[in-house]
């Protein structure tokens, strides 16, 4: 069964510089897909980034990037010139690939960033 | 476009007694998730239907819990009769076929048992 781990329980980090947050997973399927999510304070689960793991190319939305390490099946976020918003639950979840139908989706336990002003 | 729609928001309900959750997935969307978040146990699938059929009910927790989507665009999860450590947050998500969907979730009903 695929399994998702996210090692850092807590992060925390300044407003305006960068920070990792780690995520690593087992499968075997060599075709799958990768999603960061956030969940702020209000609760709301929100989708910042995907990547599809055929695609060797790291997947950027404005200040988020990830690093995507398929041989080491590791899938990191980056926040870049970190604000206040971005605090909250972090969650990174795994999907094997679907033709037609949703799959489900494996999720890590979560970090929980806080950024100090 | 509407999100995923759950309500109610929160539920407040004495033990013994019977909760039902509604949800209405995004229109077009073939896939209905329906998740329970708590401190202990993060984020854990209970059901998933596609096509409105149920696929995995394997994280069902127990008899008590029943879910049911009688069309694509209503869903329902009933605990009867419901305990205290059925407090919890539930989220309803739902995505559409093909290629790497993601999910979209409503924004959950935060349920306490007395």
């Known amino acids: 069964a695929q399994t998702v781990t996210q090692s850092q329980p807590e992060m925390s980090v300044q407003e305006a510089e960068t920070v990792t947050l780690s995520c690593t997973y087992d499968?075997?399927?060599?075709?799958?897909?990768l999603f960061w999510y956030k969940q702020p304070p209000s609760r709301q689960m929100i989708l910042v980034i995907r990547?599809?793991?055929?695609?060797?190319q790291n997947a950027t939305e404005n200040r988020f990037s990830v690093n995507f390490q398929k041989a080491a099946k590791s899938f990191s976020l980056k926040i870049s010139d970190s604000q206040l918003g971005d605090a909250a639950m972090y969650f990174c979840?795994?999907?094997?690939?679907?033709?037609?139908?949703?799959?489900?989706?494996?999720f890590g336990p979560g970090t929980r960033l806080s950024v100090l002003p | 476009d509407a999100g995923v729609i759950q309500s109610p928001r929160h539920e407040v309900t004495e033990m013994g007694q019977e909760v039902t959750l509604r949800c209405k997935p995004i229109s077009g969307h073939n896939s209905l998730f329906w998740y329970r978040q708590t401190m202990m146990r993060g984020l854990e699938l209970l059901i998933y239907?596609?096509?409105?059929?149920?696929?995995?009910d394997s994280g069902m927790p127990e008899d008590r819990f029943s879910a049911k989507m009688p069309n694509a665009s209503f869903s329902t999860l009933k605990i009867q009769p419901s305990e205290p450590r059925d407090s919890a947050v539930y989220f309803c998500a739902s995505s559409r076929r093909g290629g790497p969907q993601p999910q979209h979730f409503g924004d959950g009903t935060r349920l306490s048992i007395l």
């Open positions: 499968t075997s399927e060599s075709d799958y897909y």
């Open positions: 239907f596609n096509n409105n059929v149920p696929i995995d």
């Open positions: 979840a795994y999907s094997p690939p679907s033709d037609n139908y949703g799959q489900n989706f494996v």
């Open positions: 990547q599809e793991a055929y695609k060797q």
